[in-house]
C-alpha cells in the first residue's frame, strides 16, 4: 500500500493560544499588543504559504528491520528495536509545510525581522508535529477500511533522530520511501528539505506494544520525554 496525498487540516495555522503554549508562554499571560499582533501575522503567513502534502508505504517487518539497522549507527538498545517486531503493520512515511514556508522563515531572518520569524517558525514546527499524527489516523482509517486492523488497534510515529535511531536512518528510509514525489530532498548531513519536514516509521499494533519506560540512557538527554503523553494517550483509551 503506497499512497500521497494532500493534509488540508495542517494547512490552517493552530489558535492563537496553541501559538502561545508552543512558546511557553501561559495561556492567561497579559501580553503586549506587539506581541499578540505578531502572533496574527505569523498565523497569517502560514496560512498563505503553506502546502503541507505526504505519502507513506508499507514495509514488512523483516524488510524494515534491515532498513531500521541503517548505518549501524543506532544506540545499542532503543524502544524501536523492542516495539516493531511485535507490530501488526508498519508504513514509512514523509510530510512536509512545503519550500515556501521555511523559504519565508530564512528570509525574514535576513531581513533582520527575527521575531516574525521565530514565530512563524514555531507555528510550522508545531504543524509538522501534527502531521505524523494526522498521517498516522489516515493510515489507521485505511486498515479499519479494508479490515485489516485488529481491535483496538493505534499508530504511533516514529522517527531518526529520536530514541535512539540515529539520523543517518534518514538515508535507507529515503532509498526506500523516496519522497521526492512530495518535494522532499535529503542533504549530505540528512537533513531534510524543506526544513519543515517530517519523516519515520508507522507502527500499528495494540496500545501495549507501543508502552515503554524512558530509561534508557539517551533519555537523560531528551528535553521533552513526549512519549510519556503519546504513551499515556492511547493506554488509556485501549
Known amino acids: 500500500m503506497r499512497e500521497v496525498f494532500q493534509l488540508s ?49 508499507e514495509i514488512g517487518r523483516g524488510e524494515f528491520g534491515e532498513l531500521y539497522r541503517g548505518e549501524g549507527e543506532n544506540e545499542e538498545d532503543t524502544p524501536l528495536d523492542r516495539i516493531f517486531p511485535r507490530a501488526d503493520r508498519l508504513a514509512l512515511f514523509a510530510a512536509t509545510m512545503g519550500e515556501a514556508v521555511s523559504r ?27 502531521a505524523a499524527e494526522l498521517v498516522g489516523r489516515h493510515y489507521l482509517d485505511r486498515l ?16 531518526p533522530g529520536y530514541c535512539g535511531w540515529h539520523i543517518t536512518g534518514q538515508r535507507k ?8 514525489q512530495i518535494g522532499i530532498t535529503l542533504n549530505e548531513s540528512c537533513l531534510m528539505q524543506p526544513l519543515k519536514s517530517v519523516s519515520g516509521v ?12 524512558d530509561s534508557f540512557e539517551f533519555c537523560a538527554e531528551c528535553g521533552t520525554h513526549g512519549c510519556r503523553d503519546r504513551i499515556a494517550a492511547i493506554l488509556g483509551g485501549s
Do not use: W
Request: some cysteine; charged content about 20%; glycine content about 2%.
Open 173 to 180: 528510509l529515503f532509498d526506500y520511501l523516496q519522497p521526492d
Open 9 to 57: 487540516a495542517a494547512a490552517a495555522p493552530p489558535s492563537h493560544a496553541a501559538v502561545l503554549k508552543s512558546q511557553d508562554i501561559p495561556k492567561d499571560a497579559e501580553l503586549p499588543e506587539r506581541i499578540s499582533l505578531l502572533v496574527e501575522r505569523a498565523r497569517e503567513l502560514y496560512a498563505s504559504l503553506a502546502e503541507p502534502r505526504c505519502m507513506y508505504a
Open 104 to 130: 519565508k522563515i530564512s528570509e525574514l531572518f535576513t531581513q533582520n525581522d527575527p521575531a516574525l520569524a521565530f514565530m512563524l517558525d514555531a507555528i510550522a514546527s508545531e504543524r509538522a508535529e501534527l
Open 202 to 213: 508507522l507502527v500499528a499494533g495494540a496500545a501495549a506494544i507501543h508502552d515503554f519506560e
Open 144 to 159: 479499519v477500511c479494508e479490515g485489516s486492523a485488529l481491535s483496538p488497534t493505534h499508530v504511533l510515529a516514529y522517527s
